[in-house]
Nanobody
Framework: QLQLVESGGGLVQAGGSLRLSCAASGRTFSSYSMGWFRQAPGKDREFVAT????????YYTTSVKGRFTISRDYAKNTIYLQMNSLQPEDTAVYYC??????????????????WGQGTQVTVSS
């Protein structure tokens, strides 16, 4: 069974950086598109970024474009989210996820089949 474990969250001041990691075990994740979502208190889980299985193209929600970078390392079975210029509004629990949709651009929670447990990111002003 495929399992995802996130790490790298923490507390950072506004303007700082964090790199989140998501390690997959139990099955290779090369058959999936990969994504990051986040959920702030009292809000719905929202799409952050995805990297498409078929061609490696990346897509971001508007608010993080130019600040966040999603990447993957097949040899390590790990996906990353590099987050720069963090702002208080980026505070949330961040989740990695895998989608069987390898050709489209999955941006909805329902498009994803496997989820990690989440890692907290807190940005202080």
């Amino acid at each position: 069974q495929l399992q995802l474990v996130e790490s790298g969250g923490g507390l950072v001041q506004a303007g700082g950086s964090l790199r989140l990691s998501c390690a997959a075990s139990g099955r290779t994740f090369s058959s999936y598109s990969m994504g990051w979502f986040r959920q702030a208190p009292g809000k719905d889980r929202e799409f952050v970024a995805t990297i498409r299985r078929s061609d490696g193209n990346t897509y971001y929600t508007t608010s993080v474009k130019g600040r966040f970078t999603i990447s993957r390392d097949y040899a390590k079975n790990t996906i990353y989210l590099q987050m720069n210029s963090l702002q208080p509004e980026d505070t949330a629990v961040y989740y990695c996820a895998l989608s069987r949709d390898g050709l489209g651009v999955p941006r909805q929670v329902r498009n994803y089949d496997f989820w990690g447990q989440g890692t907290q990111v807190t940005v202080s002003s």
